[in-house]
């Protein structure tokens, strides 16, 4: 008989898995209270294991709450995004961001493409705390990808290949600006010419500072010790040694894989669910399918150890 792997017994949670290769959510844990050490302990190995969980709670959480859940995780992020995409802190919790799409705003939306959050730093995030306030009634869904698995199916020429590779990630996103982003859509309503634009102009863009660093292609995970495929459409715009053109080809043919069906999850918000995922064994993309509708979202980062 075959068993997951670090299939595990669960005292003070119940983990209920949503597909096949990654996702689970976690029931009995209230984060209007304070979570005890074995709780967490569990809340963590589940992280761990099926790399996004989602916590529904019976009633709206507070910032307090959401800080004091995060926090569990490791070290918050006060400022955990660049131009054009930094987003409004709560007053009094400098670390909990609001990511609101409004009904009739019909551009793009944050992160609406596979991605991990932030790799053009040195220590990307390890984990992202994703608070449902508001929901769309339908839509909004978002999506995951299990990087362990996009490494491990590799063929083995293609992993001998990218052993010893890097690649240079960019907060200029060269391969990630509007024309690899989907304007807002629902069955009533299809984007125009230019509603992909940044809410900015280019004098703005051209103004702000540009964060790259060198990554492993292949990375080792800092918790567990496997090993993940590290390259994402949002921020790798090449690999060291070689030019953007010449580094497209195996790119694109790594983003593919890195989001095969196979390896993935769909999760359909419900108001006040709590999602948390992990940034470095996961990418995701935020289904920019609610036109008309509201959707708002409070967000925490973790900062890598």
């Known amino acids: 008989m075959s068993h997951p792997r670090n299939a595990k017994h669960y005292d003070t949670i ?34 761990l294991n099926y790399l996004v969980v989602f916590l529904p709670q019976k009633g709206g959480l507070t ?5 004091r859940f995060s926090q569990h995780f490791g070290q918050l992020d006060e400022a955990p995004f660049v131009f054009p995409f930094k987003l409004p802190s709560i007053d009094g919790y400098p670390e909990v961001y609001n990511n609101i799409k409004t009904a009739g705003d019909a ?15 040195a220590k990307p995030h390890k984990a992202a705390v994703f608070y449902a306030k508001e929901v769309p ?51 009533d309503h299809i984007p125009t010419d230019g509603d992909r634009a940044f809410a900015s102009s280019d004098h703005e863009l051209a103004d702000v500072e540009v964060i790259e660093n060198a990554h492993p292609v292949v990375r080792v995970h800092p918790q567990t010790g496997r090993k993940v495929l590290y390259v994402n459409r949002a921020f790798t715009s090449r690999f060291v040694g070689m030019s953007e053109t010449e580094s497209l080809p195996l790119l694109e043919e790594l983003w593919l894989h890195a989001s095969r069906p196979e ?23 935020a289904i920019n399918d609610y036109f008309g509708q509201h959707r708002h979202m409070q967000r925490v980062a973790v900062h890598e150890d």
């Open 263 to 285: 390896f993935t999850c769909r999760y359909r918000w419900q108001q006040h669910t709590v999602g948390v995922w992990d940034n470095c064994a996961t990418q995701h993309y």
């Open 14 to 47: 119940e983990v209920r898995p949503l597909a096949g290769t990654i996702g689970a959510e976690i029931l009995g844990a209230d984060l209007a209270s304070p979570i005890d050490g074995k709780t967490f302990s569990e809340i963590h190995a589940a992280f």
């Open 137 to 187: 009634d339908h839509g909004g869904d978002t999506m995951f990808a299990n990087q362990y698995l996009a490494y491990e199916t590799l063929p083995q020429g293609v992993k001998e290949k990218l052993v010893n590779m890097q690649s240079v990630h960019s907060s200029a996103m060269p391969h990630g600006q509007e024309e690899a982003r989907f304007a807002s859509v629902s069955r």
């Open 107 to 121: 551009g793009i939306n944050i992160g609406g493409f596979w991605h991990a959050d932030v790799t053009y730093r």
């Open 63 to 67: 910032p307090h709450h959401l800080r």
